[in-house]
């Protein structure tokens, strides 16, 4: 299996605070891990440092052969092409549809029209939101909301999803539908990092678990 | 309604510099052009004991000897008149034309000037009644360009505001393109055709405010008045203002989002 993430020695945090401590972790494809700790332990932190949205103070992180230690601006923008992200709070485009939210990515990526239209009909489909294509975030459940955020990250097949809570402010049954997409999403070669407060109580697929506590990140076996 | 809210700040923040360059252009040309006019006939006479064939005065463009042969053949009448020997006697007389229309303070320090020569007997100056038109049209001249300065500033902040407002309006979709690695033309697309459709209205409603106003009774009298002959290029300056137009559209685009980026 080829390392996607590589992370040795990190410090990482925000302006003035070091959340993690000399942390060395890495991704292998094909994984899936849940990435738990509690409260301000830095899951969230992590998952940042992975997207790009804040850079180590210290160490070595590479992800896809890129140094996110020095990546510029338009190699982090190609990049995030080939990455999925989720968030508790869904973060779609409300002036936009669901059917246009869905299709960003294969926007993005340059996609001809006729195969972002296939792309988007069939997994709107295996949601079961095909009826709900043209209306607006702000008229779905949070569940649907979600279960479309999922959808959006894995229609252009990335090498890997980080996801933020996703499944924080659903009830168990949609948070169940938004687990199996994520199964279904690791089952097309996909690796998933969700970091979470706990562990799900059934998950039938084996993942890999990474926990953080007192800035320290430790694998548990 | 909506729409003409998130449109009218700007496009009303543009109509106004446009409309401001566009009436500081006009005003500069209608009184560089008077000035022209009547600085061609404007001279002062000089009379000096000597010949004179130069005069370092910068403002002072020509200098023409008046012919008093004729005044002197109207006095031929009078027999017992030795005209030759009045002629010599008569000192030099010189019409001198100017480069630009001089203010009074100009025209008294060249006076001061002349006046310093000890062959130069006399300097008349004359108050003609373009002086005031010119003044007048100088005043305005004034007024326009601080009317001018007013307003590019107050169009200034109004488009501050109008950017605050934007980067609300649109920084979380462009963070949300920006995770999933939206280049800058994909993420600024939204922006830009809403600055653009600003700055298209806007020269449109400045068109048709140039093209009322030049053809108007009052502006077609005043020129009339003047008598002078003034251009106005409407693509010429069309052209102009919609560079100017597009061109603040495509800087304010930027700033929005060049200051998203930074947030991160």
């Known amino acids: 299996m080829s390392k996607i993430v590589i992370g040795k020695d990190l410090y990482l945090g925000y302006k003035d605070e070091i959340i993690i401590e000399n942390g060395s972790f890495s991704i292998n494809s094909g994984d899936f891990i849940f990435l738990t700790g509690p409260s301000g332990s830095g899951k969230t932190t992590i998952l940042k440092h992975l997207y790009g949205e804040l850079k180590p103070k210290?160490?070595?992180?590479?992800?896809?052969?890129?140094?996110?230690t020095k990546i510029s601006h338009s190699n982090l923008m190609q990049l995030r092409r080939h990455i999925g992200v989720v968030f508790q709070d869904y973060k779609l485009i409300k002036e936009w549809n669901i059917e246009r939210n869905v299709r960003l990515p294969l926007i993005i990526a340059g996609v001809d029209e006729e195969t972002q239209q296939k792309e988007v009909i069939n997994l709107l489909s295996k949601v079961k939101l095909a009826h709900k294509a043209d209306k607006y975030p702000y008229e779905l459940s949070g569940g649907e909301q979600q279960r479309t955020a999922v959808i959006r990250a894995i229609i252009n097949r990335p090498v890997c999803i980080f996801a933020d809570e996703p499944t924080g402010n659903l009830d168990d049954y949609s948070a169940k539908l938004v687990m199996d997409l994520f199964s279904f999403a690791n089952e097309l070669g996909i690796s998933i990092i969700i970091a979470t407060h706990h562990l799900p109580q059934t998950f039938d697929i084996p993942y890999r678990h990474i926990h953080i506590e007192g800035k320290k990140i430790y694998e548990v076996s | 309604m909506k729409y003409l809210k998130s449109h009218i700040l700007l496009i009303f923040a543009l109509v106004s510099i446009l409309f401001s360059i566009e009436s500081y252009w006009v005003i500069n040309k209608i009184v560089d052009k008077y000035?022209?006019?009547?600085?061609?006939?404007?001279?002062?006479?000089?009379?000096?004991k000597t010949k004179i064939d130069k005069i370092n005065i910068n403002e002072i463009s020509k200098i023409e000897q008046i012919n008093i042969d004729k005044n002197l053949q109207n006095l031929k009448k009078f027999n017992n008149l030795d005209l030759d020997s009045i002629k010599k006697s008569l000192p030099y007389f010189y019409k001198l034309y100017f480069k630009k229309f001089p203010t009074p303070n100009e025209l008294k320090q060249i006076e001061t000037k002349l006046l310093a020569n000890p062959n130069i007997k006399r300097v008349e100056s004359f108050r003609i009644k373009q002086h005031q038109i010119y003044n007048l049209l100088s005043i305005i001249k004034i007024i326009i360009t601080i009317f001018m300065s007013v307003v590019l500033f107050i169009s200034t902040l109004l488009i501050i505001k109008q950017l605050e407002v934007w980067k609300l309006e649109h920084s979380e979709r462009m963070y949300i393109m920006e995770l999933f690695g939206a280049p800058f033309g994909l993420k600024s697309?939204?922006?830009?055709?809403?600055?653009?459709?600003?700055?298209?209205?806007?020269?449109?409603l400045m068109a048709g405010i140039?093209?009322?106003?030049?053809?108007?009774?009052?502006?077609?009298?005043?020129?009339?008045?003047?008598?002078?002959?003034i251009e106005i290029s409407f693509f010429r300056d069309m052209l102009i203002l919609s560079s100017i137009s597009f061109s603040i559209a495509i800087v304010s685009t930027i700033i929005v989002i060049l200051s998203r980026k930074k947030e991160i």
């Open chain 1, 58 to 68: 210290k160490g070595y992180l590479n992800i896809g052969g890129f140094d996110m």
């Open chain 2, 35 to 48: 000035e022209t006019k009547i600085v061609k006939n404007y001279t002062i006479l000089v009379v000096s």
């Open chain 2, 189 to 204: 697309a939204i922006l830009l055709k809403i600055a653009f459709t600003d700055a298209f209205i806007s020269i449109a």
């Open chain 2, 210 to 229: 140039i093209e009322y106003i030049f053809n108007s009774s009052v502006y077609l009298h005043l020129i009339n008045q003047l008598q002078i002959n």
